[in-house]
């Protein structure tokens, strides 16, 4: 069905980087949300006021929230779609966060709604009549859900797109969320123990969490986040590839929506190269970098000397030095300025997030003091900076 419905509505569905295709996924899977969600909220509330369950009529204003939610989604991907402009030079596309954000706060008001209902009802608890045709139906809702659930996962992991992965996830909350009131009905049916309050309150919990999660999952874009680390290794091997380039370091990527990105890495040349071919080679790397990776690539050169071999041992020296003390940690720009009673070590150590100040000043002290060990001379000369790589 999934596959179905992208042939039908998808023009050149293949090509997943292209953003109007990419609105064209928004679209389908607003589209289908929207008529789902609303079908479901229609029967479960006609069915929950007939029986008079909370718990029934929580889980239809959840699918409402639901259905509302993909309207937002709908505008969102919509506004997201608009080229850039002379306010906006790096397009709309954080668009796309803003309406997850805002479907957030949405689903967060409806489960604070559902909570002080469900509080209502276990103090003052309602006879619930069983019906078998309600739990037929809710089990029949629990599979449109499942379904909702896989189709905005396939579609959301094809284009790489958060807000369709969020919605995936509110649909799995939303199948325990129905499991949970048919629950209810039957140990009500059955046993005549009226639970339903109780439930509700399950209801509105996984309601707000669901809100939480995809309101932290919608801010870490828009805070800015660490590089994939997948992300950096391939940035950092194709701009390696190319002749002249001896190291990066200090990627760092802005993502303005999920096809519009903005990076700057510095780039280790030798200090006797001819400056203007270097010059080329930047150039070049920079237009094939947003040609096969669509990222806008401002690159840095960091002038190295490489056929020092004093220099390229003093640096294999202070390597194994600092990664016998933390595996973790990296160095970047080397230089040295040697001198007949004193031996400069001017270098970059790039450590983890995870380090305190205490931590980095007790790991720079033993660095000094391995080095002086290997030449009383040494002198060093370190700027501490943390990696903009994400942690495992």
């Known amino acids: 069905m999934t596959e179905l419905l992208v042939r039908l509505f998808v023009k050149d569905n293949k090509n997943v980087e292209d953003r109007k295709v990419r609105t064209s996924y928004g679209v389908l899977s607003s589209i289908v949300g929207i008529c789902c969600n609303i079908i479901l909220f229609a029967v479960k509330m006609m069915i929950g006021m007939v029986i008079n369950s909370i718990s029934v009529m929580a889980d239809a204003f959840?699918?409402?929230?639901?259905?509302?939610?993909?309207?937002?989604?709908?505008i969102g991907v919509k506004l997201a779609?608009?080229?850039a402009d002379k306010e906006h030079p790096f397009g709309h596309g954080r668009f796309e966060y803003?309406?997850?954000?805002?479907?957030?706060?949405?689903?967060?008001?409806?489960?604070?709604?559902?909570?002080?209902n469900a509080i209502g009802k276990v103090f003052h608890p309602e006879a619930i009549e069983f019906n078998l045709l309600l739990i037929i139906f809710l089990c029949i809702s629990v599979l449109i859900k499942i379904w909702l659930m896989l189709f905005n996962r396939k579609l959301?992991?094809?284009?790489?797109?958060?807000?369709?992965?969020?919605?995936?996830?509110?649909?799995?909350?939303?199948?325990?969320?129905?499991?949970?009131?048919?629950?209810?009905?039957?140990?009500?049916?059955?046993t005549g123990l009226n639970i339903d309050g109780y439930i509700g309150l399950l209801v509105s919990v996984f309601v707000m969490l669901a809100g939480f999660n995809i309101a932290k999952d919608t801010l870490e874009p828009l805070l800015g986040e660490a590089v994939d680390r997948?992300?950096?290794?391939?940035?950092?091997?194709?701009?390696?590839?190319?002749?002249?380039?001896?190291?990066?370091?200090?990627?760092?990527?802005?993502?303005?929506?999920?096809?519009?990105?903005?990076?700057?890495?510095?780039?280790?040349?030798?200090?006797?190269i001819d400056f203007e071919a270097a010059h080329?080679?930047?150039?070049?790397?920079?237009?094939?970098?947003?040609?096969?990776?669509?990222?806008?690539?401002?690159?840095?050169m960091d002038p190295i000397e490489v056929d020092n071999e004093m220099v390229n041992d003093k640096k294999r020296m202070v390597l194994e030095v600092i990664l016998g003390l933390e595996p973790k940690a990296s160095i970047h720009d080397f230089r040295l300025v040697n001198g007949e009673h004193q031996i400069n070590l001017i270098f970059d150590l790039v450590l983890p997030y995870s380090y305190t100040k205490d931590m980095k000043q007790k790991l720079l002290s033993s660095i000094v003091e391995e080095l002086r060990k290997e030449d009383t001379r040494h002198q060093c000369i370190i700027t501490m900076e943390n990696s903009f790589i994400a942690e495992e």
């Open 156 to 190: 959301g992991k094809r284009i790489k797109s958060t807000v369709m992965i969020a919605t995936s996830a509110d649909s799995r909350n939303d199948v325990i969320v129905t499991s949970a009131t048919i629950i209810s009905a039957i140990v009500s049916g059955a």
């Open 230 to 272: 997948d992300m950096y290794e391939k940035v950092s091997r194709m701009v390696q590839g190319y002749e002249g380039i001896v190291g990066t370091h200090d990627l760092i990527i802005h993502n303005y929506g999920p096809t519009q990105r903005m990076a700057t890495i510095h780039a280790e040349v030798p200090n006797n």
């Open 81 to 83: 779609e608009r080229p």
């Open 280 to 300: 080329e080679t930047i150039d070049r790397i920079e237009r094939d970098v947003l040609q096969k990776l669509d990222i806008f690539l401002v690159i840095h």
């Open 98 to 116: 803003l309406s997850a954000l805002a479907v957030a706060f949405l689903i967060l008001q409806v489960g604070f709604t559902l909570f002080k």
């Open 62 to 74: 959840n699918n409402l929230s639901d259905a509302a939610s993909s309207i937002i989604s709908f």
